[in-house]
């Protein structure tokens, strides 16, 4: 069993910058890929950015070149930094981690004002 628990969320104006933090503990040496996904109210929940094991990494259309995601394998743990937030970032995140299969975190609020 693995738990992920996301921390770094919070209240920010329009163009200012968080930093989210997951770390994975219980089982997560068998974990590869890692991300963040959102969702905002009444909005599907949406993939924001993973990173695998190896490194390489896939964003969201709307966050590239804003958002940056890295990890440190030896903590088992995975970063959000977000740059340039816009309102329509608000959202809860929420942290994943994946091997055979697929554990979420509890999520971390996100609220952008303007």
């Known amino acids: 069993q693995v738990q992920l628990v996301e921390s770094g969320g919070g209240l920010v104006q329009a163009g200012g910058s968080l930093r989210l933090s997951c770390a994975a503990s219980?089982?997560?040496?068998?974990?590869?890929?890692m991300g963040w996904y959102r969702q905002a109210p009444g909005k599907q929940r949406e993939l924001v950015a993973i990173?695998?094991?190896?490194?390489?990494?896939n964003y969201a259309d709307s966050v590239k070149g804003r958002f940056t995601i890295s990890r440190d394998n030896a903590k088992n743990t995975v970063y959000l930094q977000m740059n340039s937030l816009k309102p329509e970032d608000t959202a809860v995140y929420y942290c994943?981690?994946?091997?055979?299969?697929?554990?979420w975190g509890q999520g971390t609020q996100v609220t952008v004002s303007s």
């Open positions: 994943i981690g994946s091997s055979s299969i697929v554990y």
């Open positions: 219980g089982s997560a040496f068998g974990i590869n890929a």
């Open positions: 990173i695998t094991s190896g490194g390489s990494t």
